[in-house]
């Protein structure tokens, strides 16, 4: 089925009738409303809104980049691009065993490490709950940070991945993206990485124009055609 | 005491009695704040500059089921024509609590609990409805700040200049007039956010009065809207 868009701003009626709001939209009566700035997507019987501006909300399950801003001999604080304040339980690192008499939490992670998390738990009533206990998490040792708008991230990762995996395979840079807006990107090849943080920026900055993915392949030298994925919004 | 109204019905600035002044507003222009406006009505120039959702300091004021909204209104020292103490007067107090009340049922704070929403509002240059200016910058800075929003609130004033009911109140007709009501509304929920009434109106130029400050937040309406269409969908935004 046929997916219509529009532009919309805070307070815009997007349409009227029995339809299911989803993010970003409010009911008021039988009238779906918008707010945000951003485009609304109407889908079978849902609406949203995609929003161009505003903070990262934590949700369950999101892949997160923290950055390490404290501690206490239980648990770490970690800086999440967001208005609420990560917490990793010592446990989470240490096993079940864990002491706090015995076990030293900086000897971890100490102030500035970056690590990448999974959001655990999150609700109105408290923090969000981060955790490492998966594959491809924890510390991050080497790479480089950058920081872009979290509601592009979904651009940078483009249609199935598409986009992300375009420029890793022509940089051969490894890119972690986290839901919160911060990216880290490690490369073996100074050159790679330079191109790959490129890339990266350039999708942040261009991510409302159609044709993206063919203008960050010709930035990066690769060749047109299969696997182009055009959002022409 | 000068003349507020020619017998062509013509006011002192030579506008006529249902114009606005001029309003040019800008979306976006500070770099480190998170949603910015700049707006200039008349002679009105107005920063406005939101941050946040953030952690709430001190930590006592945070409300753990909702968030909450800060806002201050600060005139500068240059604003008007002579010196005004940079301190927080009587006056910006009061302005800064009746933005505050008029922007917050707008906003949907429910959204974010344990936090706040800071509005910072900076009057560069003052001419008369300096607060029904920076309620419409103040609620463009939050919708560019991304901060979930049931409406847009949009601001005008109206009052009554020799003996008749006229849109958008500037400074001299507010200094010698006969009466200035600001209102702010939000446009398509069709509710009034502020209402404040300085002079003595009676119930019929009271009807009156309102539905013209009506007539003209709905005019600002359409700027604010044109000029956040603008900032984010370039002109191929409608």
New interface residues.
């Given amino acids: 089925m046929e997916v219509k868009r529009r ?1 919309v ?5 997007i349409i009227t009738g029995p339809f299911r709001p989803e993010q ?1 939209v ?1 009911q ?1 009566g039988d009238k779906i ?1 918008s ?3 951003g485009i609304s997507e109407i889908y079978e019987n849902t609406v949203r809104v995609i ?5 990262y ?1 934590p949700k369950t399950n999101d892949l997160v980049i923290g950055k390490v801003i404290g501690h206490s001999s239980l648990s770490w604080e970690f800086d999440i691009n967001s ?3 990560g917490f990793l339980p010592a446990q989470d690192v240490f096993g079940r065993d864990y002491s706090p008499t015995k076990d030293e939490l900086k000897e971890r992670l100490d102030v500035g490490d970056l690590v990448a998390a999974r959001v655990a738990n999150f609700d ?2 408290r923090d969000p709950l981060l955790t490492v206990q998966d594959r491809d998490l924890g510390k991050i040792e080497s790479g480089e940070l950058i920081e872009i708008a979290p ?1 592009k991230v979904p651009r940078l990762i483009g249609k199935r991945g598409s986009m992300i995996q375009t420029i890793e395979m022509a940089t051969k840079a490894m890119i972690t993206i986290g839901q919160n807006g911060w990216v880290v990107v490690s490369s073996d090849d100074p050159v790679g990485l330079l191109k790959a943080i490129e890339a990266v920026k350039m999708v942040d900055a261009q991510a ?1 124009l159609p044709n993206l993915t063919e203008r960050v392949k010709s930035m990066l030298g690769v060749e047109l055609g299969e696997n182009n994925d055009t959002i022409n919004e | 005491m000068t003349q507020l109204m020619n017998e062509n019905g013509i006011r002192c600035d030579g506008r006529k009695v249902d114009q606005l002044r001029n309003v040019s507003i800008k979306v976006g222009i500070l770099k480190n704040a ?2 910015s406006a700049y707006i200039e009505f008349g002679q009105n120039k107005i920063l406005a500059g939101v941050f ?4 709430v300091h001190p930590k006592h004021m945070a409300n ?2 909702r968030g909450i909204l800060r806002c201050r209104y600060h005139m500068s020292p240059f604003s008007v024509t002579e010196r005004k103490n940079p301190a927080p007067s009587r006056r910006e107090i009061e302005i800064s609590k009746v933005i505050k009340e008029a922007l917050q049922p ?1 906003v ?1 704070l429910k ?5 706040v929403i800071d509005v910072f509002i900076e009057v560069l240059q003052a001419d008369g409805g300096s607060r029904c200016a920076a309620l419409d910058a103040a609620s463009i800075a939050l ?10 609130v949009s601001a005008c004033a109206a009052g009554k200049v020799a003996d008749q009911i006229v849109l958008d109140v500037n400074n001299e007709e507010d200094q010698e007039g006969q009466a200035d009501m600001p209102i702010a509304i ?4 069709g509710k009034v956010t502020l209402m404040q009434l300085d002079g003595i109106l009676t119930p019929a130029e009271y009807k009156t009065c309102l539905q013209t400050a009506i007539g003209g937040c709905k005019q600002i309406y359409e700027i604010q ?1 044109k000029a ?2 603008e900032k ?2 370039g002109n191929g ?2």
């Fill in positions: 532009y701003i805070p307070g815009d009626v970003n409010y008021d409303v707010t945000s700035v929003p161009l501006c505003g903070i909300m208005c609420f304040v109105r009533s509601s409302h | 998170d949603g946040g959702p953030r952690d753990q089921d707008a949907l959204d974010f609990p344990r936090t919708a560019d700040a991304g901060i979930p929003m049931r409406d847009l939000m446009p398509n929920l809207r956040l269409m984010y969908f935004g409608q």
